[in-house]
């Protein structure tokens, strides 16, 4: 018997960056694999991205802690449509999260870039269908705020 | 230069059926069945295409002759049998896209029938003030719904 439930949340942060370069940390396969997919624990089998309107981004990895957590080796899949987007300012976008090639959630989130005093202000939305078995709504926002996090220290990094 | 706006919307519509919930589905499954109930007007040049499957496309365009051309161009993430639909579509209006939207289908049995929760959850693009005409419009779908279901 399936269970869903639809949640929203919203999130903004400020980048001392321009919105040019948020945007391009978003839109450059190198950057983005470098501050959304890299990351400690996760074994990374394939990333590939098609940044255009009605283009593909997939990544798929092995999550080390998979047996501890989950009892069984664990990989997620990440499979993303880009919607719409407006160079420098709006990206919209739809995701599936899998595990062990079981879809757990469906999201579409919308990513709006504005430049604000020393930098942009950043705002992302998500609107989910989270399934039985997977994420509530708070993991997957800790999980953003987290990799929003990753994004501000990639920026800096490489300013 | 096109001043770049969202709003964010969510609505969530219940309603009950007498038919059993994979009556209710085939509705939804069924090219055939689903052009009996789904669209605009009936005086509506129209035109409707779907691949029933995860990763499949459906796309309906109508209007009145001669007027603005709807076009919902959308893809199902999720679908199972006699349950549950996931589908993530695009509105446009002759060519420019007016929202994009998260709809979720779930069909639950209630004694010999079925009670079926649809929730939609949109943005809405750069000033288009949607005035509670999306929640209008798939409440008359669903009236549409009970009407060929009960055919």
């Given amino acids: 018997m399936t269970t869903t439930t639809n949640a929203s949340f919203v999130l903004e942060r400020r980048y001392s960056a321009s919105p040019q370069r948020v945007y391009a940390a978003w839109s450059d396969p190198q950057a983005k694999r470098a501050w959304f997919v890299e990351g400690e624990g996760w074994d990374i089998q394939s990333f590939d991205i098609d940044f255009r309107e009605g283009g593909t981004e997939t990544s798929v990895y092995g999550f080390r802690r998979g047996e501890e957590v989950f009892g069984e080796k664990t990989v997620f899949s990440n499979e993303t449509v880009f919607n719409e987007i407006v160079e420098n300012e709006r990206i919209v976008f739809t995701y599936s999260m899998a595990r062990n090639g079981r879809r757990f959630s469906v999201s579409l989130a919308t990513l709006e870039i504005k430049p604000a005093d020393k930098g942009s202000r950043l705002i992302f939305t998500e609107h989910g269908a989270f399934f039985e078995g997977g994420d509530n709504v708070t993991m997957r926002e800790q999980g953003w705020q987290e990799l929003l996090g990753k994004l501000d220290t990639f920026l800096a990094k490489s300013a | 230069m096109t001043k770049r706006t969202t709003t964010h919307a969510t609505f ?17 499954a069924d090219l055939e069945k689903k052009s009996k109930w789904f669209g605009g007007p009936p005086e509506w040049e129209a035109e409707h295409t779907m691949d029933f499957q995860v990763g499949g496309r459906e796309i309906s ?5 001669g007027g603005t051309v709807h076009k919902m161009d959308g893809t199902y993430w999720d679908i199972v049998e006699n349950e549950r639909i996931v589908f993530c579509y695009d509105l446009l209006l002759d060519a420019t896209r007016i929202s994009v939207s998260l709809g979720t289908t779930e069909i639950k049995p209630n004694g010999a029938g079925s009670t079926l929760i649809y929730t939609e959850q949109g943005v809405y693009l750069d000033g288009y003030d949607d005035a509670g005409q999306r929640e209008d419009g798939t409440q008359q779908l669903l009236t549409q719904l009970g009407a060929f279901l009960s055919t």
């Fill in chain 2, 61 to 65: 365009r109508g209007g009145p002759p």
């Fill in chain 2, 12 to 28: 969530v519509i219940e309603r009950a059926y007498e038919h059993a919930p994979a009556k209710v589905f085939a509705a939804y």
